[in-house]
Nanobody, 126 residues
């Protein structure tokens, strides 16, 4: 059973930065490298929103227009970990952020999630 644990959320001021970390367990390194990984966010009463995803190799990335140029996704396959560096934060970035794995970037971006974590809260004040 795959387990996902996110951390790094918290309170930040507009223009500030946070770095989210997603640690997976229950997967071998080879298994982890079979999955594209991504970050999604959700606020109460709203639908889940795609934020960013990264290919199994870490070579290709894709971002939502709303975060492109401000957020950077990366992964460490040896540690089975995924990161989301968030810079120049805006109040509209406030949400619960969760990490997820899927079979391929395109499917993951479309919401075809194979496993996910519970999330970490990010709150950005104006």
């Amino acid at each position: 059973q795959v387990q996902v644990a996110e951390s790094g959320g918290g309170l930040a001021q507009a223009g500030g930065s946070l770095r989210l970390t997603c640690i997976t367990s229950g997967l071998t390194r080879d298994d982890f490298e079979d999955y594209a990984m991504g970050w999604f966010r959700q606020t109460p009463g709203s639908e889940r929103e795609f934020v960013a995803c990264i290919s199994y190799s870490g070579v290709s990335m894709d971002y939502a227009d709303s975060v492109n140029g401000r957020f950077t996704i990366s992964r460490d396959n040896l540690q089975k970990t995924v990161f989301l560096q968030m810079n120049n934060l805006k109040p509209e970035d406030t949400a619960m952020y969760f990490c997820a794995g899927g079979v391929g970037m395109m499917l993951l971006k479309q919401g075809q999630i194979k496993f996910r974590g519970q999330g970490t809260q990010v709150t950005v004040s104006a």
